[in-house]
């Protein structure tokens, strides 16, 4: 059997760590934080229930997600309430108008691929569309938190056509607890983690790879699967030797975007005022705010409301947290209808996640650009069968940007290793 080392212990490295340890290898994970879980990370602090600062969501019926939380013994509940569109200071009917049938029928047409800018002012070039190209963009930066001059029309065609609104879950208990499930098997089975140890280099031959961290430290293996995210990768923190430009020329032509996440605890649901703007039962507003898009914890009535803040903008912000907690209050304030001292009077607790700014992560998910399927193949295949990759950014399909795509993408490898030995 083999000496594995996983670098990364996010939830595709424990992952594949429990798959291997399966069929008897020996696993070590080294893991540049003081935690495992990667972007997926619950804080409690002065908050009155746990929240996640990172993935946050099942969106919809995700197969492997699903069988990991029913053997983890997980519930997951699922998303109620309503959802708000709110632009030019006014709330909006229903969010898919005429406009967006049109999208559907034109991106239906749609052959060959370019990016998203593109599409959209070719096929909805005129002043007749400007509210739908604002709004398709907005969603593009918003939702899947792409930059829109590089990413793939075709993609987002079949991911949007796959996406299931109506099926939104939060797994009880938050994404950080099938993560310390997944930990303590690891441990349970004789697997390694060893944290606070960032790896700096990766020197591979064609029998075996020696992995060197920022200490100064060699762990010795057979196989090396390397998860970490493709923000890390791009700006070349870990050195392979020898080099790989096809895989770095790989790394580069995909889209990795931001994003950052607020938190606000109230005092009480401030939406819920009947002296300010109303939004009863509110589950999701999106609106043209500069933090655009907020959500509350239904059917869980903590009165909590996360706000969204992404796309490429988020890599040409340098704000401090505290001026970012000024931006999100001036967007609530706008989106409420309520004057910042009173909304700030009723926060009980916030807390500001900059994923851009995580020097471990370098940015929240990726999204497919035109370039996407043909790096993938090449990261894929593994080098000598010594060294592999795996994660998120890795997973071909229509969840991409998912917890699903990183446990997806680790069953890939997985299989591969298996059938090697
Ligand atoms: C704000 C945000 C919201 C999200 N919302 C959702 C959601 O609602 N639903 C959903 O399904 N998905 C969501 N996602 C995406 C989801 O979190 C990821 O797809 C998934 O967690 C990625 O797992 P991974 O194991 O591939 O990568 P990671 O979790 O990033 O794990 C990689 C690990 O590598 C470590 N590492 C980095 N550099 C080094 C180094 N040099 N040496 C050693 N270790 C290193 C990192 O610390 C990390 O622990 C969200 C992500 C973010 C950031």
Redesign the pocket.
Same mark, same amino acid.
């Given at each position: 059997m083999a000496e594995i080392v996983i670098?990364? $212990?996010?939830? *595709?490295?424990?992952?594949a760590a429990r798959e291997l340890l399966k069929s008897g290898h020996a696993i070590t994970i080294?893991? /540049?934080?003081d935690?495992?879980?990667?972007?997926?990370h619950g804080i409690q602090g002065k908050f009155s229930t746990p929240v !996640?600062?990172?993935? !946050?969501? &099942?969106?919809g019926k995700?197969p492997i997600?699903f069988e990991l939380l029913k053997e983890a013994r997980m519930d997951k509940r699922l998303l109620k309430g309503r959802f708000y569109s709110i632009a030019q200071d006014e709330l909006r009917g229903d969010m898919l108008d005429d406009h967006w049938q049109q999208l559907f029928h034109e991106l239906d047409k749609l052959e060959a691929d370019v990016p998203l800018a593109e599409f959209l002012q070719l096929r909805f070039g005129s002043d007749e569309f400007k509210d739908l190209r604002h709004r398709v963009t907005q969603f593009a930066e918003g939702f899947d938190i792409a930059d829109t001059t590089r990413v793939s029309t075709c993609a987002l065609r079949e991911e949007w056509k796959h996406s299931d609104d109506e099926h939104q879950y939060h797994p009880e208990g938050g @994404?950080s607890t099938l993560v310390d499930f997944l930990k303590n098997g690891i441990a349970e089975k004789g697997g390694r983690i060893v944290l606070n140890?960032? %790896?700096?280099e990766v020197q591979h031959t064609a029998k075996n790879a020696e992995i060197v =961290?920022?200490s100064g430290k060699i762990y010795r293996a057979d196989k090396v699967i390397v998860?970490?995210?493709l923000g %890390?990768l791009q700006r070349g923190?870990?050195a392979f030797s020898p080099p790989l430009p096809e895989h770095q020329a790989a790394f580069a032509s995909m889209g990795f975007g931001g994003?950052i996440?607020f938190h606000f605890e109230f005092r009480e649901p401030v939406w819920e005022s009947k002296r300010h703007r109303h939004l009863p039962d509110l589950a999701f507003a999106f609106s043209d705010a500069e933090v655009p898009t907020w959500w509350s914890q239904l059917p869980d009535e903590t009165p909590m409301l996360t706000g969204?803040y992404s796309g490429p903008r988020t890599f040409e912000t340098h704000h401090t947290n505290d001026s970012l907690y000024r931006i999100a209050l001036q967007s609530l304030q706008y989106i409420l209808r309520r004057n910042p001292s009173e909304i700030e009077s009723a926060i009980r607790h916030w807390h500001v +996640?900059n994923?851009v700014q995580d020097?471990? =992560?370098c940015?929240? @998910? =990726?999204y497919p650009t035109l370039q996407s399927a043909q790096a993938r193949k090449v990261l894929s295949n593994p080098v000598n069968d010594v060294l592999y990759f $795996?994660?998120? $950014?890795l997973y071909e399909g229509s969840?991409g940007? +998912? &917890?699903? /795509? $990183?446990l997806a *993408?680790v069953r890939e490898v997985v299989s591969r290793i298996s059938t090697m030995n």
């Open positions: 670098i990364g $212990a996010g939830i *595709s490295g424990l992952m080294i893991e /540049a934080r935690r495992v879980g990667g972007r997926i !996640e600062t990172g993935a !946050e969501f &099942v969106h995700q997600t @994404y140890e960032p %790896v700096v =961290s920022i998860t970490v995210p %890390v923190k870990i994003v996440k969204w +996640t994923w020097e471990f =992560s940015g929240a @998910y =990726s $795996a994660g998120e $950014a969840s940007g +998912t &917890v699903e /795509a $990183a *993408s």
